[in-house]
Nanobody, 129 residues
Framework: QVQLVESGGGLVQAGGSLRLSCAAS????????MGWFRQAPGKEREFVAV????????YYADSVKGRFTISRDNAKSTVYLQMNSLKPEDTAVYSC??????????????????????WGQGTQVTVSS
């Protein structure tokens, strides 16, 4: 069993920044690729970013590319999401997730929620105009 706990969410004005963290515990040897998803009220959950186990490749949704940066510290079993130039449309509950299998499936594979086996409870990010 793997537990994921997000932190760092909050209220920020447009143009501001937040840094989200997601710490994993439990069977951390089952943690490989790690990603972030978000869901706004009335909308479906959408992919935000993912970083591979190796840390070499990262992929982003077009809506956040150039503004968000994902990184990880495998020694701490933690993934981060640095969010800059925030916009009101970024308002959502952000959840982290991890793939328990070290399979390098590629961009399309990583963007699918079904790829991931463990999920955090989510942290609220609210961006005011």
């Amino acid at each position: 069993q793997v537990q994921l706990v997000e932190s760092g969410g909050g209220l920020v004005q447009a143009g501001g920044s937040l840094r989200l963290s997601c710490a994993a515990s439990g069977r951390t040897f089952d943690i490989y690729h790690m990603g972030w998803f978000r869901q706004a009220p009335g909308k479906e959950r959408e992919f935000v970013a993912v970083i591979e186990w190796s840390g070499i490749n990262a992929y982003y949704a077009d809506s956040v590319k150039g503004r968000f940066t994902i990184s990880r510290d495998n020694a701490k079993s933690t993934v981060y999401l640095q969010m800059n130039s925030l916009k009101p449309e970024d308002t959502a509950v952000y959840s982290c997730a991890t793939d328990s299998e070290k399979y390098y499936g590629g961009s399309y594979y990583y963007r699918q929620a079904a790829t991931y086996d463990y999920w955090g409870q989510g942290t609220q990010v609210t961006v005011s105009s």
